[in-house]
């Protein structure tokens, strides 16, 4: 693995082939970006009229809020580090959809979830697609803010692909839940290429436990769907001696991962 400090701004996928002298069409570039949700930003929980001590952001002062933590000056700036790094996968958490309209059908049902228009021009104008749950999944999220934030916005992980060099397999036993999605994929035009599967994962904040199934259900498509590349928010510093570390290092897991092919 290859960890460097780079400019802010730098392109990650120029940046990893210099790094390892690989070539521009052989790297894989996966980069991952919790966008931080605007509704996780100073809500008031309807389960103690307070702002939860997570969500409350006490370092940041009342006068800098706006610059650091306001939509009109933050989510401009995530999209240009989003359409900068140049990476062929983007796994993000916590990106905030948007129902696809405020008409109701027919049938009284409220209309599907799409992308925010702040990072629309990812898909647009750089050329990625993207791959969501299941709208019957974002609706149970969405269902879970009605009740506790007061906000009908479905929260979830995502995976944006260049559509130029990749193109998705069709699968049903991929995971896609707001906190886990995962999608295999092949170089565009070579349908009969050796897949290559990426997981965006969000684990959860306070409970080992929950992390370790979470990332577990995850780890059970690897000898089926190997290579498998995780990134996201692992909510832990994965140091030896965690159940997740050890989850990760696992002799079981080592024979049964295979490497990436040279």
Known sequence: ??????????????????????????????????????????????????????????????????????NASRLPKLLGCLENCQADFICVQELQLERANLVVDDKGDPSHFDLPGWIMPLVTGSGYGVILPPQQSLEKIAQRNRRVLSSDSAITNAIFFLEQKWATCNDRDMIADNTCVTQRFVPSGESDAEPITISSIHLDANDEEKRVLKLQRCLELAPKFSPLVIAGDFNAEMLAGSCCHALLSSEDLQQTSQPLPP
Request: charged share 20%.
């Open 1 to 70: 693995m290859i960890s460097k400090r780079l400019p802010h701004g730098s392109s990650l996928a120029a940046a990893a082939c210099r790094s390892c002298s690989i070539s521009g069409d052989e790297a894989i570039c996966v980069a991952s970006f919790n966008l931080l949700a605007p509704l996780y930003i100073r809500p008031i929980d309807n389960r103690t009229g307070k702002v939860q001590p997570f969500a409350s952001f006490d370092w940041i002062s009342d006068d800098d809020s706006d610059r650091l933590l306001g």
